[in-house]
Antibody, heavy 119, light 111 residues
């Protein structure tokens, strides 16, 4: 069965970086992309970007351009999301989800990773 | 890219039907047949309920249905049940430069 398993919670100081992993299993990794979505406490879902499992090409939300990098490792079927220059308003639960190469369909989700940014 | 607009809250009694709207523009909702809907219970990851405007993944009850007219998509829940109480988010494809955009979210309460 399809599974996405994310790395554990992180606590970071402002200005630091965080790298969250998303281990995929149960499907052909290169046939789908991975999208990253975050949710600040009590807030809605925010699309951060996605990376093609086929080409490895990432696409980022304009609001995060320059601070976020998404990568994949096809040998371990793992996707990564690195966010730099962390601020307090980056405190959120970060989710990865499987995305079809075309269209906004996120059919399987990871369990979420809480990233807390505090001095 | 601005978030799609959803009502903040919608409520209904058990057995009733409710509809949640999701308003975008011709550059997203109105321009593509790629609208999806997600249900999120507190502390849980979102769950796909509808994709490609009207399609239901296997395992999702047929009480959930989707539609679209112009720049507004809708999710209808028929025969409302207690477990339907959750937050619901729409999402639309916005083209090869914007890609995906979520709605503001709607809290559904079952009275």
């Amino acid at each position: 069965q399809v599974q996405l398993v994310q790395s554990g919670a992180e606590v970071k100081k402002p200005g630091a970086s965080v790298k969250v992993s998303c281990k995929a299993s149960g499907y052909t990794f290169t046939n789908y992309g991975i999208t990253w979505v975050r949710q600040a406490p009590g807030q809605g879902l925010e699309w951060m970007g996605w990376i093609s499992g086929y080409s490895g090409n990432p696409n980022y939300a304009q609001s995060l351009q320059g601070r976020v990098t998404m990568t994949t490792d096809t040998s371990t079927t793992t996707a990564y999301m690195e966010l730099r220059s962390l601020r307090s308003d980056d405190t959120a639960v970060y989710y990865c989800a499987r995305r079809e190469e075309s269209g906004s369909k996120f059919d399987y989700w990871g369990q979420g990773t809480l990233v807390s940014v505090s001095s | 890219q601005s978030a799609l607009t959803q009502p903040r809250a919608v409520s209904g009694s058990p057995g009733q039907s409710i509809t949640i709207s999701c308003t975008g523009t011709s550059r997203d909702v109105g321009g593509y047949e790629y609208v999806s809907w997600y249900q999120q219970h507190p502390g849980k990851a979102p769950k796909l309920m509808i994709y490609d405007v009207t399609q239901r993944p296997s395992g999702v009850p047929d009480r959930f249905s989707g539609s679209k007219s112009g720049n507004t998509a809708s999710l209808t829940i028929s025969g409302l049940q207690a477990d339907d109480e959750a937050d619901y988010y729409c999402c639309s494809y916005g083209g090869r430069y914007t890609f995906d955009v979520f709605g503001t979210g709607t809290k559904v309460s079952v009275l």
